[in-house]
């Protein structure tokens, strides 16, 4: 019971210290070029499980698609 309430209590200051940062970082891909924020995908993790994956843009929305990708 004791390691739940460390758990719960540093992830929560964890996330009121990173909440600016976070923040920031989307304002500036916001402002930086049209699209959203985030960039979701789905993985294959362990045991080829499927896994959502949700991190911020860092590429042009559609990149895949219009060709903009490069490989090696």
Do not use: C, H, W
């Amino acid at each position: 019971m004791l390691k739940r309430i460390f758990d719960i209590f540093f992830s929560f200051i964890g996330l009121i210290i990173l909440f600016i940062p976070f923040f920031i970082i989307g304002l500036l891909i916001l402002l930086d070029s049209r699209g959203g924020i985030f960039y979701k995908q789905i993985r294959v993790g362990r045991n080829e499980k499927n896994f959502k994956l949700l991190k911020f843009r860092s590429m042009q929305t559609d990149a895949d698609k219009k060709g903009l990708l490069t490989v090696g």
